[in-house]
């Protein structure tokens, strides 16, 4: 395995950054650290780039341990988030600057530099200072600044947060491209779902500093293994359900929009138990009911253009449903009508409790 | 914000500034032109012009040699004080320790040292000790007052200084020392500079400890300009003055020219 990180951990006082965090990558994987702020993703990056000493665990690259390692000793390439660029060399001196310390030969650092600024496509501006630069210009030099040195391992800390939201999708894909033409094993810090889920390979959903899931952008999508990993990623409905009966690995739950029959393993899904349903928006089916017979009454519909968010209000208790239409689809569905909701089975995932 | 300088206002605030820059602005150049006047007396405006009195402060060789020594004085101060102040702010924004805050209190705020005291004190400590003789002996005295200098003006520019940019030198390879090298010291370079330049022209202006310390036979510029003063008022020490006053403006175009930010 080209990356092995075990049990890496960081405790400031008493208070747990990163705990316990493993992964493999594989060579020319990019994985994404996704998470809500404050869970130890830039901790888990500056640990591995070697900012921050570990608590406890290993990262070992290519089968070297670089726990002990200071920084310049790495290998890493980092982009940072705020670029961090030498303001006082220009963009040609930026990228030359890890060259210049490795001592390549002057010849060849220069085919390296020019190489890497027509990859980045920053031909032209090789002679200015960081500062007569636009954002996503900069975000390009630091990146071509990284990627320049050949590092084992690429490191990348919100990469594209500075960016406008229409930059931000090209720019990332983009990147996306390089990482794989260069086959650079890649982790990437990202607080932005959708950023993680189109570039990354896989991605590791952290949550007060352990991870919960990792796993591809599909797995935790739709097979998410915690209540937290559905709720954080995309959105989700939760329907309280109780155990009915239960027949070997089958169980019968009923719930809020009916009875459903799913395969289980292990004993928190016992006959008499209450669990937890979660359903995703678009797996909702909606169709206009009479009056007395529906489940419930829409509150309010959010029209997005390709799609429409419709909130229904369940008959029984307070729980409202978020069913996701097209845009085109919403024929005889208007605030204050009645309607009826219908999952099937294999869009159900079940949590214990 | 622009004011119209015809409105009442403008005109005001027009006259106020040339008065204050006049205030500021005519003693130096009474300094400058004074000796250009032909009499054996200082007046102002001059009478018919001449350059002897320059001519006679440069020929003077009490005037020459005392110049050097405070050129060397002031030029050993300057580097020693620039470095160990460059080290001191880079210590207190660097590192954690018992009493930084104090530290950084302390010469953060104006700094009250009465000269005199300070001049006696390293006079009898230095002839006690007999550590040090001439020339050393006062940029040693010179450097104690002007490292505080040198440390105001750089600290909160290493305050300020976004270190994740030498993390990014170390993560591309550079050791630590390379990075303060390489980004830290040419990122502050204005602050530097502008410290450097102020110790220089402290310690090159600097009486009172240069009458106590410096060597009786070369005394610096000040000292010899000072007895000169007090033993008659000849037209020459007012020249050398004014050649004072155009070493300090070029100073400060120097100054201006290294250490403005590269555009
Ligand atoms: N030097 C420190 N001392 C004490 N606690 C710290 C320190 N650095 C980070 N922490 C804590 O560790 C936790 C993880 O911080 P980290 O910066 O890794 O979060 P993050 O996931 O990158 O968040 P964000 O998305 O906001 O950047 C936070 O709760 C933070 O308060
Ligand atoms: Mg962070």
New interface residues.
């Given amino acids: 395995m080209e990356i092995v990180i075990e049990n890496l951990a960081k405790v400031y006082g008493n208070a747990h950054a990163v705990r316990d965090f493993s992964v493999t990558i594989a060579k020319g994987e990019m994985v994404a650290l996704l998470g809500p702020s404050g869970c130890g993703k830039t901790t888990t990056l500056r640990m591995v780039?070697?900012?921050i000493k570990p608590s406890a665990g290993r990262i070992v690259v290519r089968g070297r341990d670089l726990t002990g390692l200071?920084?310049?000793k790495?290998?890493?390439?980092?982009v940072?988030q705020?670029y961090?660029?030498?303001?006082?060399l220009t963009v040609a001196e930026n990228i030359a600057?890890?060259l210049r310390?490795?001592g390549v030969p002057a010849a060849e650092r220069d085919t390296r530099v020019a190489n890497m600024i027509a990859t980045m496509q920053l031909t032209g501006l090789a002679d200015r200072?960081p500062r007569q630069l636009s954002g996503g210009q900069q975000q390009r030099v630091a990146v071509a600044?990284?990627l320049v040195?050949n590092p084992s391992i690429l490191l990348l800390d919100e990469p594209f947060s500075n960016l406008d939201a229409k930059l931000r999708e090209s720019t990332g894909l983009e990147l996306r491209r390089i990482q794989r033409e260069l086959g650079l094993t890649s982790i990437f810090v990202t607080h932005d779902q959708n950023e993680a889920m189109a570039i990354a390979d896989r991605i590791a959903v952290m949550n007060g500093g352990a991870v919960e899931q990792i796993g591809s952008a599909v797995d935790i999508y739709e097979r998410p293994r915690t209540r937290f990993v559905a709720d954080f990623i995309g959105s989700a409905n939760f329907l309280s359900a109780t155990v009915e009966a239960r027949d070997g690995n089958v169980v019968t739950l009923r719930h809020g929009l009916g009875v459903s029959v799913l395969p289980v393993e292990g004993q928190a899904f016992d006959k008499g138990r209450s669990v937890t349903l979660m359903v995703r928006p678009e797996c909702v089916a909606i169709h206009p009911a009479a009056a007395e017979a529906g489940l419930g009454t829409i509150e309010t519909i959010s029209y997005q253009g390709s799609s429409a968010h419709i909130f229904v209000k369940l008959r029984d208790g307070d729980r409202t449903m978020l069913v996701e239409r097209h845009g085109r689809e919403l024929a005889g569905l208007e605030v204050g009508k009645t309607v009826d909701l219908n999952v099937k089975a294999q869009d159900l995932t079940l949590f214990a409790a | 914000m622009t004011i119209d300088l015809k409105s009442p206002f403008g005109a005001l605030l027009l006259a106020l500034t040339i008065i204050a820059f006049c205030y500021l602005l005519l003693p130096i150049l009474v300094i400058v032109v004074a000796p250009l006047g032909s009499t054996g007396y200082l007046s102002f405006p001059p009478q018919s012009l001449t350059l002897k009195w320059y001519q006679a402060a440069l020929n003077d060789t009490r005037y020459v040699g005392s110049f050097l020594t405070s050129l060397k004085v002031a030029t050993i101060t300057a580097i020693v004080s620039t470095v160990i102040g460059i080290l001191a702010a880079h210590g207190l924004t660097r590192y954690e320790f018992r009493g930084r805050k104090f530290i950084e209190a302390l010469f953060l705020s104006p700094l009250i040292l009465p000269t005199l005291v300070l001049a006696v004190g390293l006079s009898i400590f230095f002839s006690r000790t007999g550590l040090l003789t001439g020339t050393a002996r006062l940029a040693a005295s010179h450097v104690i007052v002007c490292t505080p200098y040198v440390i105001r003006v750089s600290l909160p520019v290493f305050q300020r200084f976004?270190r994740?940019?030498e993390?990014?030198?170390?993560?591309?390879?550079?050791?630590?020392l390379?990075s303060f090298l390489m980004?830290l010291l040419?990122?502050v370079?204005p602050a530097i500079i502008a410290g450097a330049v102020m110790a220089f022209i402290t310690s090159f202006d600097e009486v009172v400890l240069a009458l106590f310390l410096a060597e009786p036979s070369a005394p610096t510029l000040p000292v010899t300009i000072y007895s000169a003063v007090q033993l008659g008022f000849d037209p020459s020490v007012a020249a050398v003055s004014g050649l004072l006053v155009l070493l300090t403006m070029a100073l400060m175009v120097i100054y201006h020219i290294f250490g403005a930010v590269?555009d």
């Fill in positions: 780039a070697g900012f200071p920084p310049h790495r290998d890493t390439g980092l940072f705020n961090a660029l030498f303001p006082h600057f890890g310390r490795r200072l600044r990284a040195i | 976004d994740t940019l993390e990014a030198a170390q993560n591309l390879g550079a050791t630590p390379q980004v040419p990122v370079r590269r």
